[in-house]
DNA sequence: TCTGGGGTCCTAGGACCC
DNA sequence: TCTGGGGTCCTAGGACCC
């Protein structure tokens, strides 16, 4: 709907797919990667009806000849990144969203470099010849179509979406398909016996409003019509960092607990450091035997990152988790969230005069939140005022308002 | 011998502020 | 006596994605 030609670049059954070029006998093998469960199988595999996340057992019994590879993350990493600067070499206008999939807004690049589809064969034939992998890749005129696209070209294939006929074929596939309709929603529609996307895009958005909220309703309204403005976005940052543990059978010990607990602190914690991040909110889940979860969430006075502080939120947490619900726990995860870069932000006021006045610091990532306090400082001041932020030191937003308050008086 | 580990986004109520 | 409205932050839960 964009009319913006935007293509979906996504590896094929991605970890498989590198085990099969670390170990050139696995190639044309049914791999699985994982352990509990099946990570991602390879297409050999697929055809025996495995697919993620199955369990290991139940996979090999569909296939005793898979091979099982635990997994080798680090390759995997490299081999994304890998690629990822090939499809950098076609634009600058990618936007990756996962270690396997990207998606390239090719409207500056046609000039140069051929139409989408050209430019679509070129990145698979480069992805090939330079790391041995196989990339789907679907071209649509949206982000959300060309990743429908994209899985509908696989495996190992190109499909290129031509807008005159767009609606006509999204409207004939089933609506799970969509990109946002998972096993619960896929349910709900098909009660309200809505099996296609054409279906869907028939329904009154006040129905599906009704049945799945307003949000979700209009949303996916609007996604059946293929209206989807969402543009590529260049430059996102992760919004969390956490790890999690399944405890298989369950643990009940808090000293157990508190041990894997302070594992998943140190991992957060040390991947925290290592990016140079701090983190203000905690959050702490855990699972029971029935699968049910529950969790909570802390909010610190300052951002931390320290394995120690982190461990001693989770503890602080843990009984209040367990109270609602009896028993072992079958999962424990934590999250850090509410990011900023370490060292921060140090924010400065310059009243139309030019004097400048250290007004506090704010939480380093947040520009919109110092948009607001600029905003704010021009209000009470009534002229001009400039805001400023350099990195230096990250304390609480109170400091910012101490620092109008002196603005003020001394105004 | 059901369901790993990494995430994002949305909703909704209460607190708090203006 | 019964009481506005908007905005943001915080927490908890849930759906979904790879
Ligand atoms: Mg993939
Ligand atoms: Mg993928």
């Given at each position: 709907m964009s009319g913006t030609p935007i293509l979906h670049c996504d590896l094929d059954a991605f970890y498989a797919s590198v085990e099969q070029i670390l170990d050139p006998?696995?190639?044309?093998r049914p791999v699985l990667v994982g352990?509990?469960?099946?990570v991602a199988a390879s297409y050999e595999a697929r055809a025996f009806g495995i697919s993620a996340p199955m369990n290991v057992r139940r996979a090999l019994e569909r296939c005793p000849d898979a091979v099982v590879v635990s997994g080798s993350f680090g390759e995997y990493s490299d081999y994304s990144d890998r690629v990822m600067e090939i499809l950098r070499d076609f634009t600058p206008l990618l936007e990756q969203i996962s270690i396997d999939e990207a998606f390239l807004d090719v409207s500056g690049s046609i000039h140069l470099l051929g139409t989408p589809a050209d430019i679509a064969r070129e990145i698979r034939r480069r992805v090939k010849a330079e790391t041995g992998l196989p990339i789907s890749i679907g071209v649509a005129s949206s982000k959300f179509l060309a990743k429908v696209a994209s899985a509908a070209a696989k495996p190992d294939g190109l499909l290129v979406v031509d807008p005159s006929d767009e609606i006509a074929w999204l409207h004939?596939?089933?609506?799970?398909?969509?990109?946002?309709?998972g096993p619960v929603t896929e349910r709900k529609l098909h009660d309200h016996g809505i099996q296609t996307v054409g279906e869907l895009a028939a329904t009154p958005v006040d129905a599906l409003g009704r049945w799945l909220g307003p949000g979700a309703g209009h949303h996916l309204h609007a996604l059946a019509w293929n209206r989807d403005p969402r543009p590529v976005q260049t430059t996102r940052r992760a919004k969390s960092i956490g790890a999690q543990s399944a405890l298989g059978r369950g643990l009940t010990d808090p000293e157990e607990l508190s041990g894997v607990l302070l594992h998943l602190a140190d991992r957060v914690g040390t991947r925290m450091r290592k990016k140079h991040k701090v983190g203000k909110t905690f959050t702490l889940r855990v699972r029971f035997e029935d699968m049910t979860s529950a969790t909570r969430a802390t909010t610190f006075d300052a951002p931390l990152n320290t394995t120690a502080a982190i461990h001693r939120a989770a503890m602080t947490l843990l009984d209040d988790a367990r109270s609602d619900h009896d028993g072992p726990l079958t999962l424990v995860g934590i999250a850090m969230s509410k990011l900023a870069d370490e060292g921060a932000i140090q924010m400065e006021l310059a009243l139309d005069d030019g004097d400048v006045s250290h007004a506090g610091s704010v939480a380093a990532d947040h520009q919109s939140e110092i948009d607001r306090q600029i905003d704010r400082a021009r209000e009470r001041f009534g002229r001009d005022v400039v805001g400023r932020a350099s990195d230096l030191l990250n304390k609480d937003r109170r400091r910012v308002d101490d620092g109008f308050r002196k603005l003020a008086e001394r105004d």
């Open positions: 006998s696995l190639a044309g352990g509990g469960v099946v004939s596939l089933p609506v799970r398909v969509i990109w946002g309709i």
